[in-house]
T-cell receptor, first 113, second 113 residues
């Protein structure tokens, strides 16, 4: 079954803790993305990566970090520096042509207690 | 210049009616316009996409109309069904070089029986 998976589905974090969200894809896509979605709002790009061992900041990268050590994996760490981390986080992947569809994972809902 | 505007923010349509969502962009370099559909608690999925060399594209009950001179495009859902109730995002990006996809803020559609 080809696709993109995110885990966990729900995540609770205490203030001051770092937390890592997992994203794995078996679509053989070169590009991967992390978006943040807040209630009633659109998708805001956090980080993206076009190739292994390379990634770029999106529009709201402050308080987040990523790594891209393997083509299949693009984990996102939400650090304690992120002031308002409660949100729905979406990972996506695509080919590197701009007409390539972005395939989204099911999302992780992070709640800070 | 990078923004994609979308309206309405929310829409209620009776079953069997036509749902219309409008988007506008400013950057004339955009030349690929996908629409994504997102059900609650799920990741978005590509619904339909259009390039500016055509004025209309139809897939089943879903039609994109594109007005290049006005820099506007719209999604029409004919014979709307309760199962169409979801959030719809328009988006835009450039085919000729790698650029991030710019998403509109989304429209929450409710189709009532």
């Amino acid at each position: 079954d080809g696709g993109i998976t995110q885990s966990p589905k729900y995540l609770f974090r205490k203030e001051g803790q770092n937390v890592t969200l997992s994203c794995e894809q078996n679509l053989n896509h070169d590009a991967m993305y992390w978006y943040r979605q807040d209630p009633g709002q659109g998708l805001r790009l956090i980080y993206y990566s076009q190739i292994v061992n390379d990634f770029q900041k999106g529009d709201i990268a402050e308080g987040y970090s990523v790594s891209r050590e393997k083509k299949e994996s693009f984990p996102l760490t939400v650090t304690s520096a992120q002031k308002n981390p409660t949100a729905f986080y979406l990972c996506a992947s695509s080919g590197t042509q701009n007409t390539d569809t972005q395939y989204f994972g099911p999302g992780t809902r992070l709640t800070v207690l | 210049q990078q923004q994609v505007k979308q309206s309405p923010q929310s829409l209620i349509v009776q079953k069997g009616g036509i749902s219309i969502i409008n988007c506008a962009y400013e950057n004339t370099a955009f030349d690929y316009f996908p629409w994504y559909q997102q059900f609650p608690g799920k990741g978005p999925a590509l619904l339909i996409a259009i390039r500016p060399d055509v004025s209309e594209k139809k897939e089943g009950r879903f039609t994109i109309s594109f007005n290049k001179s006005a820099k506007q495009f719209s999604l029409h859902i004919m014979d709307s069904q309760p199962g169409d109730s979801a959030t719809y995002f328009c988006a835009a990006n450039r085919r000729t070089s790698y650029d991030k996809v710019i998403f509109g803020p989304g429209t929450s559609l409710s189709v009532i029986p």
